[in-house]
């Protein structure tokens, strides 16, 4: 083959090649071109609860709708408030997030709370040792007996005691042969008797005990320990065949047929209950319903539970409150009328107050309030939210997360946050100032721009423009003239 020849057959094999390779990738290209994806729906980028199937303009701002493209998230179109976010409802669901309107409350609620049972310190009765002594036997009257009057508890013998008991049997002795001769008596035994029965009863013997003596006229080795009234035993401090100090508490016995229940309150809970307010009682295990009644005396301050303690009085009928026993109340309370919304909803930081705002379906907004009293789980709002608001009331905290990662500590909050003026800082940010989107200025029309007080204001759209003209001081921080003012003539005296 010659040299002409040779190189024909290697330009024919380049050419084909060439040839191969654009045929083999046009269909690539031709596919690339001409695949498009489907349009599910045109949405407004800031408020994702107005949907369109045809593209527009969004009727609220002016701007125009963005579509959603099939297998895309409609979340990405949108541009909310600093600090707003979009939740889907399955994730609302997931993360357990439910809302309730904003109320105005009528001047009175029910307030319900938690109160222990406790033996009424008026009818509580303490056995105390009156003498040193040894408990010889004890009846079977441990803790929450219920005893009756002159009952037999236990019986202990005393040296002192049988010392004061010879000397009251012969006072008795005296006064019978003084008896059989009227004209010796002059009262004087009959005293001396008095003298030696009111020691005995000092030192612990009971009426009953007392009139078995004074008939017998026998000297008894043991001292009885009888109960005082109808009762319930709450303590028994003593063994058999222990050996007693004077002044040692024997036994404890309380009349519960009236009781005082102590009411956990918090606030100003307490200043709405005045005495003799009556108070729905419910033992809840035994499905029991009684009522108390507010007593005179004020609540105390418990540091351990930083409640106050109100304290109730309540008949007890048939015994069914006993000391420790926890139950539940019930009553109506003033309270000044207003906004209120569950304690639940507010998150205090310690710096400010939030909740959040459902302010479109799936999208949430974090808005400042000022909180007055608490009442009964509720807490009066008395700036920052308006009647029929959604707030979130369950879910909160992990919308506060979602909301700190997704945006920067929100150094504004939306205009529309009942007309809160934008700081410095966000201006910074390239924000709307009247809805609080952001702006890209690259893109940004030159149409929508205003000067106020030598700074200039960019807007989305001519409605948010127009809002700003009517009302300029609303929405534009003038402090931030005075700022750059002030450091301007702070760098000249510094040069």
């Not at 320990?225 to 036994?251: H, N």
Request: proline share 6%; with cysteine; glycine share 8%.
């Amino acid at each position: 083959m010659n040299k002409t020849a040779a190189v024909g057959a290697t330009l024919l094999i380049v050419i084909g090649a060439f040839v191969a390779g654009r045929y083999t990738g046009k269909p690539h290209s031709i596919a690339a071109q001409s695949g498009t994806r489907r349009v599910l729906y045109y949405v407004d980028p800031m408020h994702p609860a107005y949907r369109s199937d045809n593209p527009g303009i969004a009727p609220d701002c002016g701007m125009p709708l963005e579509p959603v493209y099939e297998g895309e998230d409609s979340t990405a179109k949108l541009q909310l408030p600093a600090g707003a976010v979009s939740i889907s409802a399955e994730k609302q669901q997931l993360i357990g997030v439910r809302v309730e309107p904003v109320e105005k409350n009528s001047g009175s609620r029910m307030i319900r709370t938690t109160g222990r049972v406790e033996a009424d310190d008026n009818r509580v009765y303490r056995l105390m040792a009156a003498t040193e002594g040894w408990v010889q036997s004890l009846q079977n009257s441990p803790a929450g007996t219920i005893v009756k009057k002159n009952d037999l508890l236990a019986m202990f013998y005393s040296r002192e005691f049988r010392n004061v008991e010879q000397a009251y049997l012969g006072s008795l002795a005296s006064l019978e042969r003084l008896k059989k001769a009227p004209e010796d008596a002059n009262g004087v035994g009959d005293a001396n008797l008095r003298i030696n029965e009111e020691q005995l009863r000092a030192l612990g013997m009971g009426d009953p005990q007392l009139k078995d003596l004074a008939k017998t006229h026998q000297l008894t080795r043991y001292v009885e320990i009888t109960s005082p009234i109808d009762g319930i035993v709450l303590e028994r401090s003593i063994s058999p065949m222990q050996r007693f100090d004077k002044g040692a508490e024997l036994y404890r016995i309380a009349d519960l047929t009236k009781v005082w229940i102590l009411a956990d309150l918090f606030g100003e809970e307490g200043k709405e209950l005045r005495p003799g307010t009556k108070v729905k009682v419910t033992v809840r295990e035994l499905a029991k319903t009684i009522y108390a009644t507010v007593s005179e005396n004020p609540p105390l301050f418990d540091p351990a539970s930083r409640t106050l303690k109100l304290r109730l009085e309540a008949d007890n009928p048939g015994l069914v409150l006993r000391p420790d026993m926890f139950v539940d109340l019930e009553f109506n309370a003033k309270v000044p009328a207003g906004l209120s919304v569950p304690q639940e909803a507010v998150l205090d930081s310690g710096l400010r107050k939030i909740v959040y705002v459902e302010t479109s379906e799936g999208v949430f907004e974090p808005r400042p309030v000022e909180t007055g009293a608490a009442y009964g789980g509720s807490i009066s709002v008395t700036k920052g939210l308006t009647a029929g608001d959604e707030v979130v009331v369950s879910g909160n905290f992990l919308i506060d997360s979602e909301s700190r990662l997704h945006s920067a500590p929100p150094a504004f909050l939306s205009a529309r946050t009942h007309g809160a003026e934008p700081s410095p800082t966000a201006m910074a940010e390239n924000r709307d100032p009247v809805c609080g989107m952001k702006l890209d200025l690259n893109q940004a029309q030159s149409s929508h721009v205003e000067k106020y007080h030598g700074e200039l204001f960019h807007f989305c759209s001519n409605n948010c423009q127009k809002k700003f003209q009517h009302e300029p001081g609303k929405y534009a921080d003038v402090k931030v003239g005075k700022a750059s003012n002030s450091s301007s003539r702070r760098s000249q005296i510094d040069d």
